[in-house]
């Protein structure tokens, strides 16, 4: 049999480190080893009950058939009665499409928007399917460097400064994995300043905008003149622990959500139908609210022990995140490089993270940490990782950087 040939396209395919580093833990573990996953990007809540008994009365009454492509009507509906009462923009059904998994509202973009040879500014350290999938469709992915010194917030003048006239859309992304960095209402208008100036496209990901400790969550999408030139991206698996649902949305301008319909028709079809049902109970009832309230006060103590525990370390410096459910620490002090330090906490001492290069150059230096775990782990992995880096140093094995 001849070697199979691959389109070109595949090599400019990346993939998530999350679901790599994951995939060794779970084998270390099928080997016998313990092992604390603060790998992966997932609350570990169970979907509320109310929201899990809508999903199974929706079944029995027949929810097991296609819907249109961008979604029940009466779904899209609350969808956007969910994104007016978040976002303060006034939105309709028309204005949104429900797809399976957020991901496909960049990449629909992406298809719909972007040339060959384009230029998306795209923010670094960030999630890096941003990049992965510009790179997939023939344009070219530009770092927007996110620097602890600046809290983790982009830089509206030296994003400003990398607009060229290549450019077509800007990737934004608020409260932000991994660091935890959330934009200001003074950022959010002057991004838009520039976009309305640069006539820039805009993604708005704002999938963490309800895990938020410190403040109010101000939506890019949300500021005046931006929902013509944006896309909202978000989504039920962080806020409901619903990332097994498969159920994300954006929120857009029409011309834009009637071509990401015709993209659904010729890729999933539509998200399932019961998923969806189920969306309307989480948008609107006490119930779920009160959930969301409570998964993210237990988020809030958890980040307070681990940014503790963590800057408690020789050689650990921890930035206080103001949202989501993710630490950034600076490992620099320790003398490892952030991948050796990475494998060598996954390997040794049973604590499964991620390297800051996992999402950008910019994130040379850090790991990440994810505290979707409970205390007693999340006190045993800090002393898993001190007792690390301890018996490195007396044994003088750790790598220069």
Not at 264 to 293: G, H, K, R, W
Request: hydrophobic share 45%.
């Amino acid at each position: 049999m001849s070697e199979m040939r691959f389109a070109e396209r595949m090599s400019r395919l990346g993939t998530e480190s999350a679901f790599v580093v994951l995939a060794r833990a779970r084998q270390l573990e099928a080997e016998g080893r313990e092992m604390i996953h603060l790998e992966i990007g997932e609350p570990d809540f169970s979907t509320p009950d109310n929201i899990i008994e809508a999903a199974v009365q929706a079944l029995h009454a027949g929810a097991t058939h296609y819907t249109p492509a961008s979604g029940i009507r009466e779904v899209r509906e609350a969808t956007a009665r969910h994104v007016t009462r978040q976002t303060g923009s006034p939105t309709s059904p028309e204005q949104i499409v429900l797809v399976p998994g957020s991901k496909n509202i960049l990449h629909f973009l992406l298809l719909a928007l972007v040339e060959p040879g384009d230029e998306v500014l795209v923010p670094d350290p960030g999630y890096p399917i941003y990049s992965s999938l510009v790179s997939f469709v023939g344009a070219k992915p530009v770092s927007v460097p996110i620097r602890e010194a600046n809290q983790f917030r982009l830089d509206v003048e030296e994003l400003r400064s990398l607009v060229t006239e290549r450019t077509r859309v800007l990737v934004v992304n608020s409260p932000a994995n991994p660091t935890g960095g959330v934009l200001t209402r003074e950022d959010c208008e002057a991004i838009a300043t520039l976009a309305q100036e640069r006539d820039l496209f805009v993604l708005s990901d704002e999938i963490y905008s309800r895990i938020v400790y410190d403040g109010a969550h101000v939506s890019l999408y949300g500021i005046d003149g931006m929902a013509e030139r944006c896309v909202l991206m978000d989504g039920l698996s962080k806020t409901w622990a619903m990332c097994g649902w498969r159920l994300g949305f954006g929120a857009m301008p029409v011309e834009l959500a009637q071509r990401m319909d015709t993209l659904m028709i010729n890729t999933s079809s539509c998200a399932a139908a019961f998923t969806q049902l189920a969306a309307i109970e989480a948008f609107e009832s006490p119930e779920s609210d009160a959930a969301v309230a409570a998964m993210v006060a237990e988020f809030s103590a958890r980040r307070d022990l681990i940014v503790d525990g963590l800057n408690g370390i020789p050689g650990i410096r921890c930035h206080k995140p103001s949202a989501t459910f993710y630490v950034f620490p600076n490992v620099e002090g320790t003398g490892w490089d952030e991948r050796d330090l990475q494998r060598g906490l996954i390997e040794e001492a049973g604590v499964a993270a991620l390297s800051g290069t996992a999402f950008g150059s910019w994130g040379r230096g850090y790991l990440r940490f994810s505290y979707a775990n409970s205390q007693a782990n999340l006190r045993k992995a800090v002393d898993r990782v001190a007792a690390f880096l301890a018996t490195a140093h007396a044994q003088a094995v750790k790598p220069s950087r």
